[in-house]
């Protein structure tokens, strides 16, 4: 039961923080001049970073946890949605932060990172529904 509460809040975490950055913290890097975002965005990222990397973890290891104990479609399911976010995120959105951070093609940047980001925000949708949804049935 602890496990599952630990999943579902982590959960829960994420897919709120997903859709603040992608309705409101990404949109609002695109009225920024780059002069003016370079100096917010190392403020910006390090504050995130303080809060995202510590749910990702505890969603990372509470459904390799899951999966360990019970390998049934659920834990199967939320493996598959969490390796692809991680995978979208070191693959497709660090470089593009690191880009801002290094002002190189920092316009560019920003545009893929608002329009890019709808797969994360999906994926973390999805798996946010797939736990209610078996917590809710259990």
């Not at 970073?49 to 104990?69: E, K």
Request: aromatic fraction near 16%; hydrophobic fraction near 55%.
């Amino acid at each position: 039961m602890i496990l599952q509460l630990i999943r579902i809040l982590s959960d829960f975490g994420l897919v709120v923080l997903i859709w603040m950055v992608q309705l409101i913290i990404y949109p609002s890097f695109a009225r920024y001049t780059t002069k003016n975002l370079l100096p917010w965005h190392r403020v910006y990222a390090k504050r995130l970073s303080a809060i995202v990397i510590p749910l990702m973890f505890t969603q990372l290891f509470a459904i390799a946890y899951q999966l360990y104990r019970s390998q049934e479609f659920y834990t199967y399911l939320s493996a598959v949605l969490v390796v692809l976010v991680w995978i979208a995120t070191f693959t497709k959105f660090v470089p593009l932060h690191n880009n801002i951070a290094k002002d190189y093609n920092v316009q560019d940047s920003v545009k893929k990172l608002i329009q890019g980001n709808w797969i994360r925000t999906v994926l973390w949708t999805v798996l946010f529904l797939v736990s209610l949804w078996n917590m809710l049935g259990s």
